[in-house]
Every structure is written in structure tokens, then in C-alpha cells.
């Protein structure tokens, strides 16, 4: 057991003993940690809630190929605990001195001969995604630029001249002076990741365990069924940054690597609870398009790198857009406690609003998606009222297997209009074994309307829930169509 947390800022190991460090609790946020700081201030809030990337700071790990992977974040959800192991890059950490001159980052100076900001607030924090951008990619095209930018927002420059920065700086491979040090980054980290026992750390009313192994989770989890289990944070955190409530004990899952792994057989994907939803997006690219489609379109880049699929799932929201595209695909959750192994399917799992069939002594460890071999068509549309950054009004998966253009099997599952997401069951039977026609869909619709009754709240009328939600079934028979 250790009581230390490690990680590396201005490329020195920074270590935090709770029991002796009285300001900081277990989970203050590595925002609020910066910024207690006389010289790492140039991170900001603007909001406490993932919204507006002002936080935006850059977390650098060793991937399995001894490389060091750079993953722009939102400083604001993540948990200090949640970097040990890390090297935390700011804002300050950018610009060089040489020879008694400041030399800027790249894409600081890029910044600077745009004309990329005006009232500044924005600027760190869209300075350190573009540092992101340069560090994996080279001359990144505009959907590229634009993706790195989605999590960040900007009062002021209407965004062209910070696009025009991130085409100028992001020529080099990524050389900077981070490439010239990483052997030394990599052998700092390596020296704090060389123990994998749990690290236990406590502060006033706090517990903080973070395990490096599934078993020892499994036995924490055993031992603290109250504990809250986090991998991403992104639902969690806002428990303290919005409704300013204390988490007294938490398990921390976003260290365990057994969790992030992918693996194939001839029939199922099986993806562990730990993968992050960038790393499922990336991974789903040509294999999965439904969900692909759906993850591009989740939350922002920042989001993405820390938000996990099991946390997608564990959340159990309504509104969870993995949810309805993981039904269309009847896809399996996984669970384990420290003496016994289930598998459920989804329908099985989501029980309730954000409520699902977990035991306190289980967690999540893997995402099982059956191969479609090309036999199904299966689609995923989110209706929101931005393209990006935003939650869903209404989500809908459909999955179809036609027989003579007559249908012998679908799916069609539902976010946004009930308590969980939800399969349209009559509206399938209606459908079932019938022609896959325009006239039976919109029958089909009908019977829709009269299956849910939606909310009426901030995103959306349930009048105008209800007709997305038909109109979108109509879209898949459409699509359908105009691909056969
Ligand atoms: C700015 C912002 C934008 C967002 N945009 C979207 C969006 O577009 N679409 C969307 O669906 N969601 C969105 N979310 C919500 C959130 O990001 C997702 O639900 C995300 O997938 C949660 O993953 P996580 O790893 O961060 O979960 P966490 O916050 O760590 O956990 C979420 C829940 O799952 C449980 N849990 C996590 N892992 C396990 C496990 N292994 N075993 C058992 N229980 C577990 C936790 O106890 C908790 O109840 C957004 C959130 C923010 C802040
Ligand atoms: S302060 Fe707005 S995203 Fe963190
Ligand atoms: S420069 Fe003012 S908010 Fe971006």
C-alpha cells in the first residue's frame, strides 16, 4: 500500500502526502491544485463542467510501445489522484528560454501571428488543445483542427484566425522541445510506475483508493461497498464541481490497464470497461460505423480521452448515447466481483433511470459487441440542438435484417424519451414479418407515438421528442432504402 501521490510537472516528480498536505482533498481537481500555484495560474474556469475548455491542460502517459502518448483534458474533472503516474503539461510549460529569450511554443507563436486572441480568457486553455493537436498530428486536416477545438469555446475571434494557427504550427512531427526530453519524461514516469501497489490516500472525511490491478479492485470493491467507483470522472465530477457534495470514498479504476484492452474473436468484440471513448471512436472507425457515427459527436476530444465506455454504461442515463447503439447490437456487459463472473445483455443490465443491475461488490470489466458480418444494417442518429458538445434531445439505433425485402428481425431502441433507454417493442412486433415499406413504417410510427411518453424539460417539448424520435425512424427506412 502507498500513501504517496507522484506525478511530473516542469519535468521534476511531484509528490503529495494527503496526511500532511491540509489544503488539498483527495479530490480537489488538478484546475483548482494548478491554480494555487504562484506560477501555474494560466489555466482558468469557466465553468467547473467540461463546457468550455479554459481548463484545458495536457496529460502525457507511456503507452505500450515505451512512447509517450499526449492527451489534451478539461483540468476541471479530473481528480488529482487521477494524473499519479503522469506528466501533468500546462499552460507555463510551453515556452522555452534560450539564450536569455523567451522562444514560444510553436503554436503559441502561430497564435500570435494570427491574431488567435482578443480578450485572452480562452487562450490557455485553446492553446494547450492545439499543443495536443501538434503532438499527434501532422498537417491535420480541417475536420482535424476542428475536432481538437469542439471542447473549446471562444467569445471572441469566431474561431478562423485560431484555425489558421493550428494549420501553420502543426507542420513539425510533433518536434518540440517535450521530444527532445522524453527519454528523460519516460524514465521519471517509469520510476513512479515501477511499484503497482494500490495507492490509498486519505484527507478530512476522504478515502481515495486507486488500484493498478483488476484483482486488487475486485477486493477493494469487496471490502468498501459504498465506496463510488470512478474510471473517467466526467459523470462523477460534477457531484463536487456542481452540487458541491462531499464523495467521501472512492474508487479509482482509471489506473487498471487489464480494463483498456480490445480484443476480437470470429464473432464478438470485447471491449474492457477501462477503454476510453477516443480509443473506442478510433477503434470503431471501419468496424463499428453506428457507434462510430455516435462517438463523433460525443461531448468534445477533451471529454472523449478520459470518458470511458463503462462509465457510458454505469451512468445508465437516459440520455447515454453509446446506450441505444449497444442495444441495436445486442451487446453483453460484463461483470465481475472477486468470487464470480456474469454476463448479462444490455436490455438486462439498464434497469432503471441510472439504475442498473450491478451488485455492490461487482464492477464492470467488459463490453461484449457481437460481429455483424455485414448480415444486419445497423444505424445510430442523435438529434441535439448543436452538432457538438451537446447532449442528446433524442438518440435512435435501429438494427434490420431483411428477407425478401421482408423484415425477419429488428431492433429499435430509444434515448431521450424515457426513464433508460428503451426499445420500441410493439413498434418492432408491428414491424416484424412484414414488408420493409414506406406505407408499414409509417404505420409503424403511429404505434411509436403511442409506446413512450416523453419529459417535457430545458433540452425539448416531449411533443417535439415524440416527432424526432418518429421522424428519425422514418430517416433509417430512408437511408435503408437509398443503400439498397
Ligand atoms: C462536458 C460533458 C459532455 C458530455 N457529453 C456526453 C455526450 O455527448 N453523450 C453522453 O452519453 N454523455 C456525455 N457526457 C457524460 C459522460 O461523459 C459520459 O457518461 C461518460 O461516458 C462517463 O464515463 P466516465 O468514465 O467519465 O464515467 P464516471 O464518471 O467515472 O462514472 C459514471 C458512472 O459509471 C459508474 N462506473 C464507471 N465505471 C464503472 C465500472 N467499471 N464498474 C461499475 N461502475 C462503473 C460510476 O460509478 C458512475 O456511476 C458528457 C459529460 C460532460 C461533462
Ligand atoms: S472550466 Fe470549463 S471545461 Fe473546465
Ligand atoms: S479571446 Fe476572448 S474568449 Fe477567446
Not at 11 to 34: C, G, P, R
Request: glycine share 6%; aromatic share 8%.
Amino acid at each position: 500500500m502507498k500513501s504517496t501521490l507522484k506525478f511530473v510537472l516542469d519535468f521534476k516528480i511531484i509528490e503529495i502526502d494527503f496526511s500532511k498536505q491540509k489544503e488539498l482533498k483527495t479530490t480537489t481537481t488538478v484546475l483548482n491544485y494548478l491554480r494555487s500555484f504562484p506560477h501555474h495560474k494560466g489555466v482558468k474556469e469557466g465553468c467547473a463542467e467540461g463546457d468550455c475548455g479554459a481548463c484545458t491542460v495536457v496529460i502525457a502517459e507511456v503507452n505500450d510501445e515505451n512512447k509517450l502518448v499526449y492527451k489534451a483534458v478539461d483540468s476541471c474533472l479530473v481528480f488529482l489522484p487521477m494524473i499519479h503516474g503522469k506528466q501533468l503539461i500546462t499552460i507555463e510549460n510551453l515556452a522555452v528560454i534560450e539564450n536569455k529569450q523567451t522562444k514560444l511554443h510553436p503554436v503559441q507563436q502561430a497564435m500570435l501571428e494570427t491574431n488567435g486572441s482578443q480578450c485572452g480568457y480562452c487562450t490557455p486553455g485553446i492553446v494547450m488543445s492545439l499543443f495536443g493537436l501538434y503532438k499527434n498530428h501532422n498537417n491535420p486536416s480541417r475536420e482535424a483542427v476542428e475536432e481538437a477545438l469542439t471542447g473549446n469555446l471562444c467569445r471572441c475571434t469566431g474561431y478562423q484566425p485560431i484555425i489558421e494557427a493550428a494549420q501553420k504550427a502543426c507542420i513539425h512531427n510533433g518536434n518540440d522541445h517535450f521530444s527532445e526530453r522524453e527519454n528523460e519524461v519516460i524514465s521519471l514516469l517509469k520510476r513512479i510506475n515501477e511499484n503497482e501497489e494500490t495507492l490509498i490516500l486519505k484527507s478530512k472525511k476522504q478515502k481515495y483508493f486507486k488500484p493498478f490491478t483488476l484483482a486488487e479492485a475486485l477486493k477493494i470493491r469487496e471490502e468498501n461497498p459504498e465506496a463510488i467507483i470512478i474510471n473517467g470522472s466526467t459523470d462523477i465530477a460534477l457531484r463536487q464541481t456542481k452540487k458541491n457534495e462531499i464523495l467521501y470514498e472512492i474508487i479509482d479504476l482509471s489506473g487498471i490497464d487489464e480494463l483498456k484492452k480490445v480484443s476480437e474473436d470470429d464473432n464478438n468484440y470485447c471491449f474492457g470497461s477501462g477503454l476510453t471513448l477516443e480509443q473506442l471512436r478510433q477503434y470503431s472507425n471501419d468496424k463499428l460505423p453506428a457507434l462510430f457515427k455516435i462517438l463523433n459527436v460525443f461531448g468534445s476530444l477533451q471529454i472523449r480521452n478520459i470518458a470511458t465506455i463503462g462509465g457510458n454504461v454505469g451512468s445508465a442515463s437516459p440520455i447515454g448515447d453509446t446506450l441505444p447503439v449497444l442495444f441495436a447490437h445486442n451487446a453483453m456487459i460484463k461483470v465481475m466481483s472477486q468470487l464470480s463472473e456474469r454476463t448479462m445483455s444490455i436490455d438486462d443490465f439498464i434497469k432503471g433511470y441510472r439504475q442498473t443491475d450491478i451488485r455492490n461488490n461487482e464492477l464492470i470489466t467488459g463490453i461484449i459487441v457481437p460481429k455483424n458480418n455485414n448480415s444486419y444494417l445497423i444505424e445510430s442518429y442523435k438529434v441535439s440542438k448543436r452538432k457538438h458538445l451537446d447532449i442528446s434531445t433524442v438518440i435512435g439505433a435501429f438494427k434490420l435484417h431483411l428477407n425478401n425485402e421482408t423484415v425477419s428481425e429488428i431492433v429499435i431502441a430509444y434515448g431521450g424519451m424515457a426513464a433508460t433507454t428503451k426499445r420500441a417493442v410493439k413498434t418492432e412486433n408491428f414491424l416484424t414479418a412484414k414488408k420493409w415499406s414506406r406505407e408499414n413504417v409509417e404505420q409503424a410510427m403511429d404505434i411509436l407515438s403511442g409506446e413512450f411518453t416523453p419529459l417535457s424539460d430545458a433540452r425539448s417539448e416531449a411533443e417535439f421528442r415524440t416527432a424526432a424520435a418518429r421522424n428519425i425512424l422514418l430517416k433509417f427506412y430512408l437511408d435503408t432504402v437509398q443503400k439498397s
